[in-house]
């Protein structure tokens, strides 16, 4: 069947174009044409002035639905990546913290089978440590973190293909040597949970630790050890040409002045919008009494309220934070969440934007930035 978008605001590579259309069929955009006439035998979608974007790409991602990743249950899986596709993700990277390598694996053929599936928004698994600096690593991987170990992630690697991305503390002994490796198969390797200084993120940078996760948190900024200043990761990052970023842009893991920072030091093209989001991401469901963790304020807790712990954000909450508390276009925010991710994870030949010949992901928003229709590869999926 050929669906016909049209009557809205249309976010292309060049920019937006007014009273277009984007043409699906089988599942991909036939054509981006500046013409609002409607296609004999085409299904008309009537935008009503609203924005046409293209489907966020949502690459460092826990749960949702009252599910984590890490449950490794097909029921987990398909909660998860449901709701976020409701919310505009129609690209998803699972992300598994500071598992087993049981865990991993068990989660690889979770993640193998719904890539097999026709149609299916997950591409690929996102892991997240085991190998994390104790001091960073925060209360709640205290029982699962552990230094490097060659033997086990080759072994991984063996076994899978499916690993988009793997995030790991840089100056941990044998990071760098997991980090030539990593990037020798094609897989994102990134900083987290780190204490690296300039020398050492650009000694990192060279080896393959091309991006930062989650950057200012679990990092620390500039800082003085007695009597003497010292640049942080943070600083270190940023005088690093070429090394990419994420934000938590929920409003709550940075403020908007901050996020606004990043976007002009880092531009679009180094800067991915992420959620981080947690189990109870898209849900009703509380922490249960005595958790370790706590919702307040919109953002998850440790329950002693030493740090966060991870955001109940979908997609579309960061591109509206983008625009609505950093004073980011909207253009440019959702590029960050969409093209830039798609790039970076060697997706951006069918993901990313919205451009003839790529998959049908589309997203409408209307002019408060809420998610009014969904289409993930051509398929309705979201509809209000």
Known sequence: ????????????????????????????????TNSDLAVIGAKVVDAKGMYIVPGFVAMNLHGGAGHD???????????????????????IIPTLSASTAETILKGAVLCEQLMAEPDSPVLGLHIEGPYLNPKMAGQLYTDTIKPVDRDEYLSILKQTSCIKRWDISPELPGAHEFAQYMHQQGI????????????????????????????????????????????????????????SVEVIADGKHLPGTILRLVYKLKGVEETCLVTDALSYAGSDIQPAA???????DGVCKLA?????????????????TMVEKAGVPLSDAVRMAS?????????????????????????????????????????????E
């Open 339 to 383: 093209e830039t991710p798609a790039r970076l994870l060697h997706l951006d030949d069918r993901k990313g934007s919205l451009e003839r010949g790529k998959d049908a992901d589309v997203v409408l928003l209307d002019r408060n930035l809420q998610v009014r229709s969904v289409w993930s590869r051509g398929h309705l999926v979201s509809h």
């Open 290 to 296: 005595g958790s370790r963790i706590i919702i307040e």
């Open 1 to 32: 069947m050929l669906t016909q978008i049209m009557n809205g605001r249309i976010l292309t590579p060049q920019g937006w174009l007014e009273d277009g259309s984007v043409l699906i069929s089988d599942g991909k955009i036939l054509e981006v």
């Open 304 to 320: 002693d309220h030493s740090s966060l712990a991870g955001s109940i954000a979908t997609m579309d909450i960061l591109v509206r």
């Open 188 to 243: 994102l390797v990134a900083v987290t949970h780190t204490e690296a200084e300039y020398d050492e993120i650009r000694s990192a940078f060279a080896d393959g630790f091309t991006h930062a996760a989650q950057f200012y948190n679990a990092m620390p900024g500039f800082h003085k050890r007695r009597e003497y200043k010292y640049e942080g990761t943070v600083e270190s990052v940023y005088l690093t040409e070429g090394m």
């Open 69 to 91: 990743f890490t449950e490794c249950t097909e029921e987990a899986f398909r909660s998860i990546v449901s709701v976020h596709q409701q919310h505009g993700a129609t690209t």
